[in-house]
């Protein structure tokens, strides 16, 4: 049986691995999330570690470098979702892009959909072009809850896709 004070001990001389990791994947971990989901794989590795099977360092690098590999391709597909829906957005039919929106009567009807930060979401993502980072900045909150503002925006327009 594992007990936290093991895990403690093991966190104290791993620690250094799970940045190490992050580093030679050339990982940029402003949130902390990749240093999160080594933690976790650490932890993991911790519970799940069969002696019989080889090495504890193995398995735990093994863990650590597929967990933030994984974590890796999970980012990169929510980018590509959420980059395939804004050009959807700015492309689809009865959308005018100049210096401004034109159709203000497509935007009040969003707008009616959405939660008042979920709207916030898409002024800034879409209609302003704004970073996560600049949004979050401008609204003065983290840059996870701009994110949870855009998961939440965009799924709620998929459901209502065939209102608006």
């Known amino acids: 049986m594992h007990t936290e004070q093991d895990f403690e001990q093991i966190l104290a001389e791993w620690e250094r691995s799970i940045y190490y990791h992050i580093r030679k994947l050339h990982i940029i971990d402003a949130e902390g999330d990749f240093y999160a989901e080594g933690l976790f794989a650490l932890w993991q590795a911790h519970r799940t570690y069969n002696p019989e099977a080889g090495e504890f360092s ?7 470098r597929n967990a933030l590999i994984d974590q890796i391709r999970r980012e990169n597909t ?13 492309h689809g039919e009865g959308f005018i892009w ?4 034109v159709d203000t009567y497509l935007w009040e009807q969003v707008k009616k959909l959405l939660t008042a ?3 916030k979401w898409v002024c800034h993502r879409i209609i302003h072009s704004r970073s996560v980072a600049e949004t979050a900045r401008m609204e003065g909150v983290t840059q996870d809850a701009v994110k949870n503002w855009g998961r939440h925006a965009r799924n ?3 459901h209502y896709r065939h209102l608006l």
């Open 58 to 64: 193995t398995y735990a690098h093994w863990k650590i």
């Open 78 to 90: 929510r980018q590509d979702r959420e980059n395939c829906f804004v050009e959807e957005i700015i």
């Open 117 to 119: 930060n979920q709207w």
């Open 156 to 158: 709620k327009l998929k």
């Open 98 to 101: 100049e210096d401004e929106l």
